[in-house]
């Protein structure tokens, strides 16, 4: 696997030729109703997506849609040529966005434990099959809505892309064809994912992991987490003792710890049962990695004023008293 692993980070060291300004997670609990199998929460989505084109997209006046597929409803497809005007280019900033599958994809994976591996059982290629079904068909609704908003979004599915794991840590991943999108000048909009396994055969490569990958090669300004609640809490948020974690520091050794506020008691993290990608625990674990390389991961509730402040870069220089949310940032 340390093979692998070099000859992945040869292949991958030069292929991001400029800055990456942001990677953005998008929670899977955030833009889908979690207890509703495959449904999306549509005022999220939409509001998310209104905010990504706000932080990308420096003009005020929005740009032309790109979702030219018929909608439910509709008599025919919505283009407008003419928007397009050879002098309408808009510059966009270069983001790259990976989402969670909520509830898409996580109850087909943990109904045939896709996440075990043992490709050889047929409930569990089944299951892998219907995983991957369910996760893109998510993708491609995310990448309608930023579409609509004029963001050149390109869904690109790891499986597809060629990335591979060992004992579900990332063995294998082509990067290129996520630098030569952007470059391009597209959004690359990625997701979690059931992947093939070299030890195991196949498991699900979360959207957390992911994240963590492309930050170590692609070496963003900052990173940002929309999740679902205000940020990471002391214990589960529904508590009514519950206490948000402002700012969380990583040493060098990847253990991190609580600056503010400061606390008496231990944290107690929390997984949903049918979470087969490990929930918060996950989220911590890989935005301590982020903040090891020296970039400063936020942890915000969606589609918020607090959200829009992490996206558009305002936090880096200092973090407003009433600014709601958790900053993950190296203790160096």
């Known amino acids: ?3 692998n692993q070099n000859q992945n980070q040869t292949q991958t060291q030069t292929i991001f030729t400029q800055p990456i300004r942001c990677i953005v997670k998008l929670g899977g609990a955030a833009i889908t109703c979690k207890n509703e199998l495959e449904k999306i929460n549509e005022e999220i989505l939409h509001k998310v997506s209104e905010q990504l084109r706000q932080a990308m997209i420096a003009s005020s006046e929005k740009p032309p849609g790109m979702d030219w597929s018929k909608r439910p409803g509709d008599s025919g497809i919505c283009c407008n040529p003419d928007e397009f005007r050879d002098d309408s280019v808009v510059e966009c900033s270069r983001f790259i966005v990976v989402h969670g599958a909520g509830s898409f994809g996580h109850f087909q994976a943990s109904k045939s434990g896709v996440h075990k591996g043992q490709l050889n059982k047929p409930l569990v290629k089944g299951g892998f099959v219907a995983t991957r079904i369910s996760v893109t068909t998510l993708n ?46 597209f959004t690359p909009v990625l997701h979690g994912d059931a ?20 930050a170590a090669y692609s070496k963003p300004k900052y990173v940002v987490f929309l999740t679902d609640v205000y940020g990471v809490y002391d214990r589960p948020p529904t508590e009514p003792d519950a206490i948000l974690l ?35 625990k996950t989220k911590i674990s890989e935005a301590a990695m982020i903040a090891k390389l020296g970039i400063d991961v936020y942890i915000v509730k969606a589609a918020t004023s607090h959200s829009l402040k992490a996206l558009n870069g305002d936090l880096r220089s200092s973090i407003p008293d009433d600014w709601l949310g958790t900053v993950v940032r190296s203790s160096r």
């Open 195 to 214: 992947v093939l396994d070299d030890i195991q055969e196949c498991t699900i490569l979360s959207g957390d992991v992911i994240i963590s990958h492309l």
């Open 1 to 3: 696997m340390a093979q």
């Open 140 to 185: 491609l609704e995310i990448v309608r809505a930023l579409a609509r908003e004029g963001i050149p979004s390109i869904g690109m599915s790891p499986f597809s892309c060629g990335w591979i794991t060992s004992e579900r840590h990332i063995s294998s991943a082509d990067l290129s064809s996520v630098a030569r999108a952007i470059d391009s000048g």
């Open 246 to 280: 402002k700012e969380i520091a990583v040493a060098e050794d990847g253990s991190w710890s609580v600056i503010k506020p400061k606390l008496q008691n231990s944290i107690e993290l929390t997984v949903a049962a049918h979470d087969t990608t490990g929930g918060m």
